[in-house]
C-alpha cells in the first residue's frame, strides 16, 4: 500500500497565484485533514472531513478551500497565495471514529510550498 | 481543549533510556493520551496511547500517572533513528475523535 500520499512535494508560487496540493489515500480511510507546519508553531490544523461529502473548519482555515468528492482524495486550493501562507503542508487520514475510536492518523511526506 | 505541556527539548545518548514527560493537568476523565513523533523532514507518524493504564508496544512505553494528570513516554533504548520531535496529544471521546491538536512538542537530541 502507497498509504498517504502528497503532491507535489515542493512548489514555488508567486503572490496572487491560485494551485492545488493534492492528497490521496489507498486506506479507505473516512476522516481526512490537512495541517500547515511553520518554525516554532507545531502542526496547525487548515480543514477535515469525516467523510466523502463533509468538511469542516479546522483552527486555520482561511485562505484555504477543500472538497471531499471521494474518498480517496482530499485537496487543498490556495486561490490567491500569500507569503503568509509559505509552510509546508502535510495531509493525514485515519479511520472513522464509528469505525475505530483511536484509531492512528496516517501523515504524507508533506508539501514545501514558498510563497514569493 | 484540554493542553499539554512538554518540555521544549531533552538530549540522550544512545542505548540509554529516554524518559519523555508530559503534563496535562486539565485532562478530563474520557481524555486518551497519544504520542506521536516526527522524524527530519517526515510528516509525524504513531508511537503509542493510553487512557489509565501503562502501555507497550515495540516503538515504546508509556507510563500514566495515577491522577492522570502527566505521562511519561520511555524509549528503552535510544537509537540515533530516535532522534525526533515528540508530540503528546490528548484526544477526547466522543465528537470529532480524530481531529488532533498538536503543540510544539520536545524535540529529542540523541548523542552516539
Known amino acids: 500500500n502507497a498509504g498517504v500520499t502528497q503532491t507535489p512535494k515542493f512548489q514555488v508560487l508567486k503572490t496572487g497565484q491560485s494551485m492545488t496540493l493534492q492528497c490521496a489515500q489507498d486506506?479507505?480511510?473516512?476522516?481526512m485533514s490537512w495541517y500547515r507546519q511553520d518554525p516554532g508553531m507545531g502542526l496547525r490544523l487548515i480543514h477535515y472531513?469525516?467523510?466523502?461529502?463533509?468538511?469542516d473548519q479546522g483552527e486555520v482555515p482561511n485562505g484555504y478551500n477543500v472538497s471531499r468528492s471521494t474518498t480517496e482524495d482530499f485537496p487543498l486550493r490556495l486561490l490567491s497565495a500569500a507569503p503568509s501562507q509559505t509552510s509546508v503542508y502535510f495531509c493525514a487520514s485515519s479511520l472513522g471514529a464509528g469505525s475505530s475510536y483511536n484509531s492512528p492518523l496516517h501523515f504524507g511526506n508533506g508539501t514545501r510550498l514558498t510563497v514569493t | 481543549d484540554a493542553k499539554t505541556t512538554q518540555p521544549n527539548s531533552m538530549e540522550s545518548n544512545e542505548e540509554e533510556p529516554v524518559h519523555l514527560p508530559c503534563n496535562h493537568s486539565t485532562i478530563s476523565g474520557t481524555d486518551y493520551i497519544h504520542w506521536y513523533r516526527q522524524l527530519p523532514s517526515q510528516g509525524p507518524e504513531y508511537v503509542i496511547h493510553g487512557l489509565t493504564s501503562n502501555v507497550n508496544n515495540r516503538m515504546a512505553s508509556l507510563a500514566i500517572a495515577e491522577d492522570r494528570k502527566s505521562s511519561t513516554l520511555i524509549l528503552h533504548r535510544a537509537t540515533l533513528r530516535d532522534a525526533a520531535v515528540y508530540y503528546c496529544i490528548l484526544r477526547p471521546l466522543g465528537g470529532a475523535t480524530n481531529k488532533l491538536i498538536f503543540g510544539t512538542g520536545t524535540l529529542l537530541a540523541v548523542q552516539p
Open positions: 486506506m479507505n480511510h473516512e476522516y
Open positions: 472531513s469525516v467523510g466523502a461529502g463533509i468538511t
